[in-house]
Structure formats: structure tokens, C-alpha cells
């Protein structure tokens, strides 16, 4: 009819695969890789604040609480070293 061959049109269908597959994978990794950074970002707050609570002054800028619970600096409406 067309003049393709079954073979044309069996190269044809595994190349479509191919790049939906290839595609597929592509956006799957920028949602994993946007996906870590929230989370490192999350973390590193946290981590940022088990250590002001640890040491007991602020890892960033050193400020201590002397005499009272460090609530780390930080956690306050955002100020630091008020």
C-alpha cells in the first residue's frame, strides 16, 4: 500500500520506544534530582539546630544563650544575635 516493509515498520515502533523510554528517564531524573535537593535542604535545617542545641551556641555566627536554653538564634522570627 504505503511501501513499507515489516521490517520499516518494526525499526520504526522500537525507535518510538526507545525515545519515549529515553524521555520517561530524563523527566524522571529532574523530579529525583529536585525531589533530593528539598529534602538536603530540610535536613541541613535540622542539622543546623540539633548542633546549636548540641554545642550550645549557633554553628553560623557563634552566639550563645549563657544562662538560659540556646533556642538557637536562628528559630527566633529569623533574627540573630539579638
Known amino acids: 500500500m504505503w511501501g513499507f516493509g515489516i521490517l520499516s515498520v518494526v525499526c520504526l515502533g522500537m525507535a518510538f520506544f526507545m525515545f519515549t523510554i529515553a524521555f520517561a528517564y530524563g523527566l524522571g531524573r529532574r523530579r529525583g534530582k529536585r525531589e533530593g535537593?528539598?529534602?538536603?535542604?530540610?535536613?541541613?535545617?535540622?542539622?543546623?539546630?540539633?548542633?546549636?542545641?548540641?554545642?550550645?551556641?549557633?554553628?553560623?555566627?557563634?552566639?550563645?544563650a549563657?544562662?538560659?536554653?540556646?533556642?538557637?538564634?536562628?528559630?527566633?522570627a529569623g533574627i540573630c544575635c539579638d
Open 66 to 76: 549563657k544562662g538560659s536554653r540556646n533556642d538557637s538564634c536562628h528559630s527566633r
Open 37 to 64: 535537593v528539598d529534602e538536603g535542604l530540610a535536613l541541613a535545617a535540622i542539622g543546623l539546630r540539633e548542633t546549636a542545641l548540641q554545642v550550645g551556641s549557633c554553628p553560623i555566627c557563634g552566639y550563645s
